[in-house]
């Protein structure tokens, strides 16, 4: 199947709607342009028909005085055409028939029907019409205009065998009497073909406004389309890879939006792609560093052993030098498999700490005993401020250890000899601060990430995972752990401990 583009849809959608709209507007504007043409041509009529009454009258009042001298056409005729005033009424009839450029008729008071004739042979004969004949519409345009309405009506249209809009307007004498009415006949063809001509000339604007419309259209829709192809091909470049593609598309409408959410999609691709990378050189790196470091003990190790199963070594100064050689290496093998299954557990969702009711300053009195044993070789002082002896939570009491004797270890082999590490517990805030080496800014956003370590002298034993533990350990506890550091000047280790419970006796 013939796959469509949009922009041939928007532009056919945009085409079928002005083509409706032109459609409706040109029917609506016929109608009403041809029913304001009957109305005008209707009030033409009217006013016509109203001014021939007017001097119908004025000639009946003038025949009315004069008829002691002729007696003789006093009276017509039932006719159509009628005899005696009859032939008079016609005569002048004819007269109003050419100035008025329609067919006049006049009705008398006896309803005697008066149209124009020919017998002074002018015309061709024209048809006879009774007032018997009249329709029914036809008879009650006369009798209204006998009531002193002038009325219009199409009811003569099928007596005249032709589309008439017909006017009937009363005519009075000098004292204001109806005497007759005036039936004034225009044919509707006038009228069907000015509006004929209307419609034909608002086809032909409409067809011309139509094909400027679709011009436009498919202008709009490429305009709506370039854009989104464009995102296309960044769509099609970020599935390959290119993670430095955007559209730099800045519109204020949804595209505009699209645009940007796929120029924000392609930067955090971006940003997760060197992250990536980044995180499997730090692996590579971890690997390297972890399998160097399993790699010296098992050769002391393994060439301890040889040495002493093969006899090589009988001294027994050299056999217990050889054992504490080996003891060593073994407590490192320890601490490097037991990093391992603390960060492997505590990342583990599913393992669940020992949480009870624990007073955190017993658990800092134990860290600093245990500090200050471990501080000796460097002479380092270790000194502890709590502004209260209990501080309960709920939390792992050896996980909390193990959190504060990570933050305390890596202030121990960072200070220089004769130093002084200070632990402060101030309301929820607990520090631990060292007046070292300090970690450089750059090395800071990376401090807790796993497998990291700084390569200087004083951690060369380091796993690289005991801040990673520690961040674990106090997120599990709902800790805040930062870290502020200054080369030259120090590190602060900060924990934002949960409100303290209340003590119960």
């Not at 005696?84 to 067919?103: H, T």
């Not at 004769?418 to 309301?427: D, K």
Request: proline share 3%.
């Amino acid at each position: 199947m013939r796959k469509r583009s949009i922009a041939f849809k928007l532009g056919l959608y945009f085409s079928l709607a002005l083509l409706a709209f032109a459609l409706v507007a040109g029917s609506v504007f016929f109608l009403l342009f041809k029913k304001q043409n009957i109305t005008l041509t209707q009030k033409q009529l009217e006013d016509r028909a109203a001014a021939i009454a007017d001097t119908f009258g004025t000639f009946i009042s003038a025949e009315g005085s004069g008829s002691g001298k002729h007696g003789e056409a006093s009276h017509g005729s039932g006719a159509g055409n009628g005899s005696g005033n009859g032939m008079g009424y016609a005569a002048y009839i004819r007269f109003l028939d050419d100035i008025a450029m329609a067919d006049v008729w006049v009705v008398d008071a006896d309803h005697n029907l008066v149209t124009p004739t020919t017998h002074e042979g002018h015309q061709a004969p024209a048809p006879t019409y009774n007032y018997a004949d009249l329709p029914a519409d036809a008879e009650t345009v006369v009798d209204q205009a006998f009531g002193g309405q002038v009325t219009a009506s199409e009811g003569f249209s099928g007596l005249l065998n032709t589309p008439t809009l017909t006017v009937g307007a009363p005519v009075r004498d000098s004292s204001g009497n109806v005497q007759a009415v005036v039936l004034l006949h225009s044919p509707v063809e006038g009228i069907e073909s000015a509006a004929n001509e209307g419609f034909r000339t608002l086809a032909i604007s409409l067809c011309v406004a139509l094909v400027i419309g679709i011009g436009f259209a498919v202008l709009l829709a490429r305009s709506f389309t370039k854009p989104m192809k464009e995102m296309q091909v960044i769509a099609g470049r970020l599935a390959g890879g290119d993670y430095t593609a955007a559209s730099h598309i800045e519109r204020q409408d949804e595209i505009g939006q699209l645009a940007g959410s796929l120029d924000t999609l392609s930067h955090q691709l971006k940003l997760s792609s060197e992250e990536h990378e980044r995180f499997q050189k730090m692996q590579q790196t971890f690997f390297s560093n972890i399998s160097h470091e399993l790699k010296t003990p098992v050769t002391v190790l393994c060439g301890s052993l040889e040495a002493l199963t093969g006899g090589v070594v009988t001294d027994p100064d050299q056999v217990a030098a050889y054992h504490q050689e080996m003891y060593a290496e073994s407590l490192a093998l320890k601490r490097l498999v037991n990093d391992l299954l603390d960060l492997s557990r505590l990342q583990n969702a599913e393992f669940r700490l020992n949480m009870e009711r624990v007073n955190l300053c017993d658990i800092i009195s134990e860290v600093r005993r245990s500090a200050q044993n471990m501080a000796k070789e460097k002479e380092l002082t270790v000194t502890t401020e709590m502004d209260t002896g209990l501080y309960f939570m709920q939390g792992d009491y050896l996980r909390l250890r193990q959190l504060l004797m990570i933050a305390m270890s890596n202030a121990i082999k960072f200070s220089p000899r004769g130093g002084q590490i200070e632990m402060c517990l101030s309301e929820n805030i607990l520090t631990i601060s060292d007046h070292g080496c300090g970690i450089s800014a750059e090395e800071q956003k990376h401090i807790f990430e796993r497998f990291y370590k700084t390569l200087s002298e004083e951690n060369a034993e380091g796993t690289g995972l005991g801040l990673p533990i520690a961040k674990e350990i106090a997120e599990r506890h709902g800790i805040g752990l930062t870290v502020t550091s200054e080369e030259g000047q120090g590190t602060t280790v900060t924990l934002e401990l949960p409100g303290r419970e209340t003590a119960t006796v």
